[in-house]
């Protein structure tokens, strides 16, 4: 990782390549908790699945983890506990979500990764963290933010810890 700054409405890095970002999830994955929702947002090809699969392999998971576009939900059972990856790019209006039980799968005891938020609408109006990955040049910019105690949690701690 090249650059991490200290920005007022959370914590920002830059990371070079995919091994970067795939590290930077396995880094990321060392502060969760249960209950957590967290969301990625980025424009397509950016690294949320890249991202996110860092973080599952960390969490325990050894296969390959692909991006739910089409199956909109992919399941894991983890020795860290359950972990829903969302990708609601192919959702056109948020009630779509209430037919799959979107709010069920939100439930406290697990943790939740949601790609395309912003198409979750009412569903997604509070979440731990928000991670907004950003192209760059040579890489991407990550910027992390919080809307609850527990991501500020992450975050300190993620600043306390870094390299």
């Not at 920005?7 to 970067?20: D, K």
């Not at 599952?56 to 909109?72: D, F, R």
């Not at 939100?106 to 979440?127: D, M, N």
Request: charged share 25%; hydrophobic share 35%; with cysteine.
């Amino acid at each position: 990782m090249t650059d991490v700054k200290t920005i007022s409405e959370g914590y920002c890095v830059e990371l070079i390549n995919e091994t970067e970002m795939v590290e930077f999830g396995h880094r990321l994955a060392g502060h969760l908790t249960y209950g957590m929702i967290i969301t990625l947002n980025g424009d397509l090809g950016a690294g949320k699945t890249t991202l996110s699969r860092g973080l599952l392999q960390a969490l325990g998971h050894k296969g390959p983890v692909k991006s739910p576009t089409y199956t909109l939900v992919e399941p894991y059972e983890l020795p860290f506990g359950k972990v829903y990856h969302f990708d609601l790019y192919r959702v056109n209006d948020p009630q779509e979500l209430e037919y799959i039980g979107f709010s069920d799968y939100l439930e406290r005891s697990a943790l939740s990764l949601i790609e395309w938020p912003e198409r979750g609408g009412e569903y997604l109006q509070t979440v731990d963290l928000a991670l907004d990955i950003e192209h760059l040049l040579a890489g991407r910019k990550l910027v992390l933010s919080w809307q609850t105690v527990k991501g500020e949690t992450v975050l300190n701690n993620l600043r306390d810890t870094s390299p």
